[in-house]
């Protein structure tokens, strides 16, 4: 993306409050990029609109030639209602960078595994964009978005040391877990699992979605796992510890409180394209536990 470039902005979950979408907006506007904001709906139950009105809004904001990024304005739920109405063959057709978050975890697994188009784990317009700006990560994401593979994101613990190499895959963790079983099942073969969270307490509920992933078999011949912050998770102690019961057997690298996702500071990064994970051995703070670095730029 560049200065210039049209962005499509997209409600495909949750209500948007009206003044979070404009500042947004407005921010995007600001950094060069021209705007397009959905029609105004009617919410219906806990989503943004109907289902049939948010995945034809999703769907033209594909189609359209000007349109160079499709852009989620927040998450909350209501996604994956109608994700197997889309197939995946015609989203590559019309292949776009897509970026958001938390419930457009179910996009993104859609768009990278199955219709095999890149996208980006990224703030989101309505959301936390505004407020990555005033924590300093707006600019990495404006050169991942810019072509850049130079990328890095610090991983302050360590659970498993070593070192992986290969695409990321992954989002919130509870949307993950809530698509083992279905057809946008996520398959983490020969990757790097990015796997975040926010208010999953009490510690069960993360233990749970870990023991299913495993369970499911989803995370075989995984490569690497990275984990977010998961604030309101309970305490970060406990919290390493329950992953390295789960998974610890895995035999991979496994680095814990990224700052990716849910959380004050959000780092964007790319999903399906190559990165390396370090985690190194006693690392508990600062660079010191490894880093997420990109080995290759983000093209959609």
């Known amino acids: 993306m560049r200065p210039g470039d049209r962005v499509a902005v997209v409600t495909p979950s949750g209500p948007v409050d009206a003044d979070r979408l404009a500042r947004g907006a407005a921010l995007l506007e600001e950094l060069g990029f021209r705007v397009s904001l959905p029609e105004p709906a009617a ?51 019309h292949a ?16 990278v595994q199955h219709a095999r188009v890149a996208a980006l784990h990224g703030p989101m317009v309505a959301m936390d964009l505004v407020a990555q700006r005033d924590a300093g990560t707006v600019d990495h994401l404006l050169e ?6 130079a990328w890095r994101v610090p991983v302050p613990r360590t659970i498993v040391a070593g070192t992986a ?35 999953e307490r009490p510690l069960r509920r993360i233990d ?5 992933l495993r369970q499911s078999r989803v995370l075989d011949d995984v490569r690497g796992i990275l984990f977010g912050s998961l604030p309101d998770c309970g305490p970060a102690d406990d919290l390493c510890d ?25 780092y964007a990064v790319p999903l399906g394209v190559a990165a390396r994970l370090r985690i190194e051995a006693g690392g508990s703070a600062g660079v010191e536990g490894g880093v997420l670095q990109g080995l290759e730029p983000l093209v959609a």
Do not use: N
């Open 144 to 149: 991942i978005l810019g072509g850049s593979a």
């Open 208 to 212: 749970r979605m870990l023991v299913q």
């Open 96 to 111: 776009k960078l897509c970026i958001g978050f938390s419930d457009a975890t179910a996009l993104l697994q859609l768009m």
């Open 43 to 93: 919410s219906w139950r806990i989503f943004a609109a109907r289902d049939d009105q948010r995945r034809a809004q999703l769907l033209a904001a594909f189609a359209d030639p000007e349109v160079r990024a499709v852009w989620c304005a927040r998450g909350g739920y209501g996604i994956a209602r109608f994700l197997p109405e889309i197939e995946p063959a015609w989203l590559r057709r």
């Open 165 to 199: 190499e290969g695409p990321v895959y992954g989002g919130c963790l509870t949307v993950l877990a809530s698509l083992a079983g279905t057809p946008l099942e996520p398959r983490f073969a020969g990757g790097i699992a990015l796997l975040e969270d926010v208010a």
């Open 242 to 266: 329950a992953i390295a019961d789960c998974l610890g057997g895995l035999g991979v690298p496994i680095g814990f409180g990224a700052p990716v996702g849910h959380g004050p500071v959000h």
